[in-house]
Nanobody, 116 residues
Framework: QAQLVESGGGLVQPGGSLRLSCEAS????????MRWDRQAPGKEREWVAI????????NDADSVKGRFTISRDNAKSTVYLQMNSLKPEDTAVYYC?????????WGKGTLVTVSA
């Protein structure tokens, strides 16, 4: 069964940076696209970024474009989210996720708080 474990969240000041990691297990990581979503307090969950498999093509939401970068290391079965120029509105729980064998798997999330 697929498992996803996020890490790297924390408290950061506006304008700061964080790098989130998500370690995957239980499936052939290199053959699946990986996504990051987030859920801010009192708001619905929203998609943040996606990275495809072999070519590693990426796409991200307009709200984070130019500030966040998704990447993957297939040898480590890990997907990353580099977050720069963080804003208070980026405060949220960030979830790594993937659709494997028709099932949508989610990690438990990691909290990012952007505050002075």
């Amino acid at each position: 069964q697929a498992q996803l474990v996020e890490s790297g969240g924390g408290l950061v000041q506006p304008g700061g940076s964080l790098r989130l990691s998500c370690e995957a297990s239980g499936f052939s990581f290199r053959t699946y696209a990986m996504r990051w979503d987030r859920q801010a307090p009192g708001k619905e969950r929203e998609w943040v970024a996606i990275i495809t498999t072999f070519r590693g093509s990426t796409n991200d939401a307009d709200s984070v474009k130019g500030r966040f970068t998704i990447s993957r290391d297939n040898a480590k079965s890990t997907v990353y989210l580099q977050m720069n120029s963080l804003k208070p509105e980026d405060t949220a729980v960030y979830y790594c996720n993937a659709i494997v064998g028709g099932m949508h798997y989610w990690g438990k999330g990691t909290l990012v708080t952007v505050s002075a």
